[in-house]
């Protein structure tokens, strides 16, 4: 069983930075690929970025291309997300999801463990 923690969600001004965190536990980190989602209210949950086991690999969502940056320390068991140039569409609940593979993926369904979501709110 995998647990993910996320971290570092909050109000910023449109044009702000964040840095959301979401440490991992229970599973050897660098086996799986890791995965940024989001949902705003009344929206299905979509992907924002994700990372292969060995964080070569890198995917991201059009909308937060050249904005959003996704990175791991397999050290610290840790997925980071940095938000820059946010926008007040960003605003949403973010999720930390894991899947039991090294290899990258976009879809939801391929993620089978979930944090508890972490709220960032950008104001305009």
């Known amino acids: 069983q995998v647990q993910l923690v996320e971290s570092g969600g909050g109000l910023v001004q449109a044009g702000g930075s964040l840095r959301l965190s979401c440490a991992a536990s229970?599973?050897?980190?660098?086996?799986?690929?890791m995965g940024w989602f989001c949902q705003a209210p009344g929206k299905e949950r979509e992907f924002v970025a994700t990372?292969?086991?060995?964080?070569?690999?890198?995917y991201y969502a059009d909308s937060v291309k050249g904005r959003f940056t996704i990175s791991r320390d397999n050290a610290k068991n840790t997925v980071y997300l940095q938000m820059n140039s946010l926008k007040p569409e960003d605003t949403a609940v973010y999720y930390c999801?894991?899947?039991?593979?090294?290899?990258?993926?976009?879809?939801?369904?391929?993620?089978?463990?979930w944090g508890q979501g972490t709220q960032v709110t950008v104001s305009s």
């Open positions: 999801a894991a899947r039991i593979s090294a290899v990258a993926r976009t879809l939801v369904a391929e993620y089978s463990h």
């Open positions: 990372i292969s086991g060995s964080g070569k690999s890198t």
């Open positions: 229970g599973r050897t980190f660098s086996s799986l690929a």
